[in-house]
């Protein structure tokens, strides 16, 4: 969450959908968030993404794939959570 706030630019809420008020409130209570809250799933899932996939320079220690292996994982978990609460 911190290398997208380092990329941050203008275009990041309109990709992510949240303004970077809401990132910053939600980045300052790590690692203690729920993710079933729509903001804090957006805003996960925004940084893996934009960090993952877009064209921001990651960080050296940052490797992409590992950003995207991370991302694909926590979207498993959160389908598996999804499909037991049914």
Do not use: C
Not at 13 to 28: A, M, Q
Not at 38 to 46: A, K, P, T
């Amino acid at each position: 969450m911190a290398a997208l706030l380092d990329a941050w630019d203008w275009e990041v809420p309109t990709r992510i959908g949240v303004e970077k008020p809401v990132y910053l409130r939600i980045f300052s209570q790590w690692p203690e968030l729920d993710d079933s809250e729509e903001d804090v799933m957006l805003s996960i899932n925004g940084a893996l993404n934009e960090i993952g996939h877009a064209q921001y320079k990651a960080p050296p220690d940052l490797q992409r794939q590992s950003v995207l292996e991370v991302m694909q994982r926590w979207i498993e978990i959160r389908r598996e959570e999804k499909n037991q609460s049914f």
